[in-house]
């Protein structure tokens, strides 16, 4: 019986089409991660102005719903302007505190095969 050392199985060369899937889906789910963290910090804020209690946060976005819908067109409008302003505000500053995650996506897409720069 003789014995023979293990073959070892060839891995396909990675391909620019697999560090572009791989680099879309790393982005999308950053730009998810980072959006889901806007929307807790406006619950989170909501929560503050309801002094922590799930009655006090319906009472002032009931408030909030209620002011928006009997404001006019104008008012609305600037209403919206802020709101967006201050959404895209979180969002950098969550993206600013993020931004590791995005510099590893560099660093592993010019990693080569074999683990080495």
């Not at 730009?31 to 102005?49: D, E, K, Q, R, Y």
């Not at 209690?53 to 976005?61: D, E, N």
């Not at 931004?99 to 996506?105: C, I, P, S």
């Amino acid at each position: 019986m003789s014995m023979s050392a293990p073959r070892r199985l060839q891995r396909p060369a990675p391909s620019k089409f697999h560090d572009a899937c791989y680099a879309a889906l790393r982005l999308s789910g950053w730009l998810t991660v980072s959006a889901a963290c806007v929307i807790g910090l406006w619950a989170a804020f909501f929560a503050v102005l309801g002094q922590f209690t799930f009655a006090g946060t319906m009472l002032h976005l009931g408030n909030l719903a209620a002011r928006y819908v009997a404001a006019g067109t104008d008012r609305q409008d600037a209403f919206r302007a802020l709101f967006w302003g201050w959404s895209a505000s979180l969002f950098f500053a969550v993206g600013f505190f993020r931004r590791r995650a995005l510099t590893d996506l560099v660093n592993q897409i010019k990693e080569k095969a074999d683990g080495q720069e």
